[in-house]
């Protein structure tokens, strides 16, 4: 049963007001906050009385943000929890996938072990929601799915989640991975997977019509890896956006990494954006610091859906990461040069899957009530600095449940 109780002393964003030098600052106000059945219930400024007998927690005057998304992750990959390895570094995609390979079978046993000591980081810092993909492939069939799967039912009170059958390996060169495909839909896997249709498969109708086929026959959103750099990944997505279009998708379908959207000219890439607005296809994106990235502020002119994740990490194919979405959202700032309150505040939404505490104008418009009771509360002053400063997550709430917190204990009375 969920409890119901006030959260006190929360801070939230209020409004911006301009500074004498024409600047935006960012304005903020306590709050008491109903919690309900997972929900807001009540949202009151201070000082207000709480009825007399009902709980409270007082979050000490701590900025309250909508929770995280993580939209681009692989549970099934890390190492986390093993003994450190770092990996062995490759000239390219085809070599990194042969190393993973010998590596499968060894690993698949420890799966829940390890996902599970990725959720928790992922959870520490503040995301509340996992979109993972998931190996489905011919040398360990659907091992890391059983294993990624039954650590999120562990978790399941703490995140929501999305498993991507991901066909790692390739969708077309062993004829076994379309039926493991089938199978890991019948059995737990929600979207449907793809891998770069003309680098991996070299057949990018082929590939991409598998790949439909298979989310016409599970009624299955589609969200497939593209590394493809130029116009080979471009008319990958111009292909995809045509079969989304023609296959009524609209809405139902995403394209990770997307390189290629950012090294075609502008005129190129405006009308692509237009395209991919059109028919709802989103980008999801994990900004990486060496290579070219989507052109973000463009697609999100064109209102196509952008989110961002932290993709594998602490894994064959790198030693690094962290587990932090808001971490990426710097990253972007700093890569794009927003660095100004207003951008950087309305950069939040790539973290949150489109949330932000104010609007474009500075109308206050998270949180309202009958909004899901998942939050991070840390200590900054306002969302710009968060992003740009990255305080340590302080305490996380999923549906009104503390899931996480870090060296805060919430006062009861």
């Not at 793809?194 to 790949?211: C, F, W």
């Not at 028919?279 to 990486?288: E, F, H, L, Q, R």
């Not at 489109?354 to 900054?380: H, N, R």
Request: aromatic share 8%; with cysteine.
């Amino acid at each position: 049963m969920k409890q119901t109780y006030w959260l006190v002393n929360v801070k939230l964003e209020t409004g911006f007001s301009i500074l004498e030098n024409g600047a935006h600052k960012t304005e903020t106000s306590l709050f008491s906050i109903k919690i309900e059945e997972g929900f807001l219930k009540e949202i009151q400024e201070q000082p207000f009385d709480i009825p007399s007998g009902e709980v409270k927690k007082d979050a000490t005057g701590l900025l309250a943000l909508p929770s995280f998304k993580e939209m681009h992750n692989h549970l099934d990959k890390t190492y986390l929890s093993l003994d450190w390895k770092a990996p062995i570094p490759v000239k390219n995609l085809k070599e990194r996938l042969h190393h993973e390979a010998l590596e499968l079978g060894e690993l698949a046993p420890t799966t829940k072990q390890r996902a599970s000591k990725m959720i928790e980081m992922i959870l520490s810092k503040g995301s509340t929601h996992i979109r993972t993909h998931v190996n489905i492939d011919p040398y360990i069939g659907l091992k890391n799915l059983e294993g990624v799967k039954e650590a999120l039912e562990e978790y399941k009170d703490y995140l929501s989640y999305e498993i991507v059958a991901f066909p790692q390996h390739g969708m077309l060169e062993h004829k076994e991975v379309i039926p493991l495909m089938k199978e890991a839909m019948r059995t737990g896997a929600t979207i449907v997977g793809g891998l770069d249709p003309a680098g991996i498969d070299k057949n990018i109708e082929k590939s991409l019509y598998e790949t439909m086929n298979l989310a016409e026959e599970f009624n299955a959103e589609i969200d497939i890896h593209l590394h493809d750099h130029g116009h080979v990944g471009f008319y990958t997505i111009d292909k995809l956006v045509e079969m989304v279009e023609e296959s009524n998708w609209k809405s139902r379908a995403a394209i990770s990494h997307a390189f290629s959207l950012g090294d075609v000219p502008d005129i190129q890439a405006r009308e692509m954006a237009e395209y991919l607005g059109e028919n709802g296809v989103a980008i999801m994106s994990t900004i990486p610091i060496n290579r070219v990235i989507p052109p973000i502020d463009l697609l999100d002119q064109f209102n196509v859906p952008v989110f961002l994740g932290c993709d594998g990490f602490f894994d064959s194919w790198g030693p690094f990461g962290n587990g932090d979405v808001l971490e990426k959202v710097k990253r972007y700032c700093e890569r794009t040069k927003r660095i100004d309150e207003k951008a950087l505040a309305y950069s939040l939404k790539w973290a949150t899957g489109g949330l932000t505490p104010l609007s474009a104008s500075g109308e206050m418009q998270w949180p309202k009530v009958g909004d899901e009771a998942s939050l991070v509360l840390m200590d900054a002053s306002c969302s710009a600095e968060a992003i740009a400063r990255l305080p340590k997550r302080k305490s996380v709430y999923f549906k009104g449940k503390e899931v996480y917190h870090n060296a805060f204990h919430l006062q009861y009375s």
